[in-house]
């Protein structure tokens, strides 16, 4: 052993003593829990509450074809969680934690008090690593009969520090009006302020659009490409998703009762996943390294398993269901999130680390946590 080496193990074997100090722990269990914010953003109804809901693997936000989320919903994954549970900002205080309900936040989704909507619970198929995630989910802003949610909307954005931002595109409906204004005031906010760090756009619906009668998602995604080039956005990210069939195929692993219709369309994702379950990921636009360095990490992840209920009343396996997954194209948007909370979020946490033993009088031991001091194991 060099020198330095055994150095930085006396170092380590100390810190571990003075690390048993309750205030201390605190601290920095507050910095390695650095949220790492990713807010999600579109017109109405293109899909940012579903979207969510497929990443929490169960149907928790309120949506709806209509004007649905009226005010900020912050999820906060808890890694040691098992259930969600939810709160709502009043005038003066927060109310208690309850357990999260659908029923339970479409009520406080319609409630009269203007605050945030709090859930906390674990994100299935992302680990706290290099911080802690928080999704914002925000209303349209385009409500002609409620102009606040346009406030509620812009105030998020500008206010918050966020390292990701996913666009919700309606495949369905591209290059509509009220899209493109929102998408040049977006561009405005991100140019101004140095708090937003990257934006993903992702194509959602793309399960509507039928290959058969010509409608091509690689042309879809092109299209895309070049109405946000117009819009100044250049070289964008686009990734192809069909949040419903997401949401579907994991309520349905943890053996939540779907409706006849929901069976039913399940049912259609089902047959296109076995003719095609790369369709949505084939079709996404990313820098060509990072998309195969993507993928491979996706093709490594083992399948996900079904409830362990014994009355799992499924009628799909594992593998088919984990195919509609694939197929979903969510994986990517999970993968992405997940790869940029390590690269931005680290470094935040470490900074924070550094800063919080400084804090202690503790500086001395800051070199422990600079990747390029620390000894090699
Ligand atoms: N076909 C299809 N429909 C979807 C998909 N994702 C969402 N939808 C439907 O689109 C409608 C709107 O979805 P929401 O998630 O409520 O949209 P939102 O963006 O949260 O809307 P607001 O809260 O009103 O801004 C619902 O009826 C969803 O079922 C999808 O991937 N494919
Ligand atoms: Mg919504």
Redesign the pocket.
């Known amino acids: 052993m060099t020198r330095a080496v055994s150095r930085k193990a006396k170092q380590y074997s100390e810190l571990t003593k003075i690390l048993r100090d309750p205030i201390i722990q605190q601290d920095i269990n507050t910095a390695l829990n650095t949220p790492f914010e990713v807010i999600v953003l ?10 969510i ?1 497929a990443l929490l693997g169960r149907e928790l ?9 009226s005010r900020v919903f912050r999820v906060e994954d808890d890694d040691m969680m098992d259930s969600f549970e939810a709160r709502l900002e009043g005038e003066e205080h927060f109310s208690n934690w309850q357990a999260a309900s659908v029923e339970l936040l479409q009520d406080m989704n319609l409630s009269k008090s203007a605050g945030v909507i709090e859930l906390r619970g674990d994100v299935p198929k992302i680990d706290n690593e290099g911080g802690k995630l928080v999704i914002y ?4 802003p385009n ?1 002609s009969r409620d102009s606040s949610h346009n406030d509620i909307t812009f105030n998020t954005l500008r206010d918050g520090n966020h390292g990701l931002i996913l666009y ?1 595109l309606n495949a369905s409906q591209i290059g509509v009006d009220d899209d493109a204004s929102f998408l040049r005031e977006l561009l405005k906010v991100v140019e101004l302020r140095e708090n937003h760090k990257d934006i993903i756009f992702i194509l ?5 659009l039928d290959e058969e009668q010509g409608e091509s998602l690689t042309k879809a995604v092109e299209l895309v490409k070049s109405y946000l080039g117009n819009i100044g956005f250049k070289s964008p990210a686009i990734i192809p ?5 997401a949401l579907l195929a994991r309520k349905t692993q943890r053996n939540e009762k779907l409706s006849r219709r929901e069976r039913h369309i399940l049912e259609s994702f089902n047959q296109l996943a076995s003719i095609d379950k790369n369709h949505m990921l084939d079709a996404a636009l990313l820098p060509k390294n990072k998309k195969s360095q993507l993928l491979l990490s996706i093709s490594l992840k083992p399948i996900s398993d079904l409830s362990p209920s014994e009355h799992n009343e499924s009628i799909y396996d594992a593998k088919q269901l984990s195919d509609i997954e694939h197929y979903s194209g969510i994986f990517l948007v999970e993968e992405l999130i997940q790869q940029k909370m390590i690269t931005d979020g680290t470094p935040t946490a470490m900074a924070n680390l550094v800063e919080s033993l400084n804090k202690h009088g503790l500086g001395a031991f800051a070199g422990l946590f600079d990747s390029k001091s620390a000894p090699e194991k």
């Open positions: 579109a017109t109405m109804s293109a899909g940012k509450s579903t979207l809901n936000l309120p949506s709806s074809n209509e004007a649905c989320t989910d925000t209303p349209g409500n919700v959602n619906k793309a399960d509507v998703i069909s949040a419903v069939a």
